[in-house]
C-alpha cells in the first residue's frame, strides 16, 4: 500500500510540474535555430535541410513546410525535448522552401519562420545570406500563397487595409532587381 501511494504522490508531482510549467507567464517561445545544414549528395535537384531548434514552454514542436510553386504544406510533429532536431528530406533546389516552426500550448502559439532561396551549392552555406536595407526598396510586389499577384505599395503601411491572412512579398530596388522574399501573416 505504501508503494501504492507512494507511486501515486510521484505521479501526482510530475503532473504538478508538468502544469506550473505551462501558466500564461510561460507561453511557448520558439527561442533559436542553429546547426542549419544543407545535404546535395542524395539527389541530383532535390536536397535535404536539417537543423536543431531550441524551444520552451511546450512538450513537442510542429514543422510546416511550405515549397513555392506547390499546393502542398507538409505538417511534421517533432516529440523531442529542446533542443530537438529536425530532418527534412527532398526539398526542391529549384523553388524556394517556407519552415514554419510552431510551439503551441493551451496558453499560446510562437512561430518562426525560415525562408530558404533557391538552392545552389554555391549559397548553401550562406543560409544566413545577407538581407539588403529595406531603405534600398523602390516597392514590394503582394501574392496570394497561390501565386496570384495582388497589388504593388511603396511601404508595408499600405498592408493595413487587409484583413487576415498569408502572403508573400517580393522586395524590388529601383532597377526592378529583386532583392528578397519574404512570407507574412497579417492578424
Avoid at 526598396?137 to 496570394?144: A, M
Wanted: charged letters at 20%; aromatic letters at 10%; a negative charge.
Amino acid at each position: 500500500m505504501k508503494r501504492l501511494l507512494a507511486s501515486l504522490f510521484l505521479v501526482m508531482a510530475v503532473c504538478g510540474h508538468i502544469s506550473a510549467q505551462n501558466k500564461p507567464e510561460s507561453a511557448p517561445k520558439v527561442i533559436s535555430v542553429f546547426n542549419q545544414k544543407v545535404d546535395f549528395s542524395n539527389y541530383e535537384t532535390l536536397y535535404d535541410f536539417s537543423f536543431d531548434v531550441t524551444y520552451t514552454g511546450a512538450t513537442s514542436i510542429t514543422i510546416g513546410v511550405e515549397q513555392e510553386y506547390s499546393s502542398w504544406y507538409d505538417i511534421i510533429q517533432v516529440h523531442e525535448a529542446s533542443p530537438a532536431h529536425v530532418d527534412l528530406k527532398c526539398l526542391s533546389r529549384g523553388n524556394m522552401v517556407w519552415v514554419d516552426i510552431i510551439a503551441e500550448n493551451e496558453y499560446g502559439k510562437d512561430t518562426l519562420t525560415i525562408e530558404l532561396p533557391v538552392m545552389t551549392e554555391d549559397n548553401a552555406n550562406g543560409l544566413t545570406y545577407t538581407d539588403k536595407s529595406p531603405a534600398k526598396t523602390d516597392h514590394i510586389d503582394i501574392y496570394s500563397l497561390d501565386g496570384r499577384f495582388m497589388k504593388r505599395i511603396k511601404n508595408l503601411s499600405e498592408l493595413s487595409s487587409y484583413h487576415a491572412c498569408t502572403l508573400l512579398l517580393q522586395y524590388y530596388n529601383n532597377k526592378n532587381q529583386l532583392i528578397r522574399s519574404k512570407k507574412i501573416s497579417l492578424k
